[in-house]
């Protein structure tokens, strides 16, 4: 996939975090925020899977894991911010 790939990823996760989330409405400016925390979750997985020897760049497992911890990330983020006053 590389790093074009992930980083498009994250941004796409990111942007459909916020947007799914419940939440949105009460994390005002949450949408960066959810995006960057979706690219950061994307390459945080491709990192760990690469350096543990679970998948090579470009395998099949690599895009559901990285999908899914932008999308954990995204939430989290949304979450955590429409917590603050």
């Given at each position: ?39 950061l ?17 470009g ?27």
């Open positions: 996939m590389g790093w074009p790939g992930i980083v498009v990823l994250g941004l796409v996760v990111g942007c459909a975090g916020w947007w799914l989330h419940p939440l949105r409405g009460a994390a005002r400016h949450g949408l960066a925020l959810a995006v960057a925390a979706g690219v979750g994307a390459a945080l997985a491709n990192e760990a899977g690469s350096a543990t020897g679970l998948f090579y760049d395998e099949l497992l690599q895009w559901p894991l990285c999908a899914a911890l932008a999308l954990i990330f995204a939430g989290l983020s949304v979450a955590l911010r429409a917590r603050r006053p």
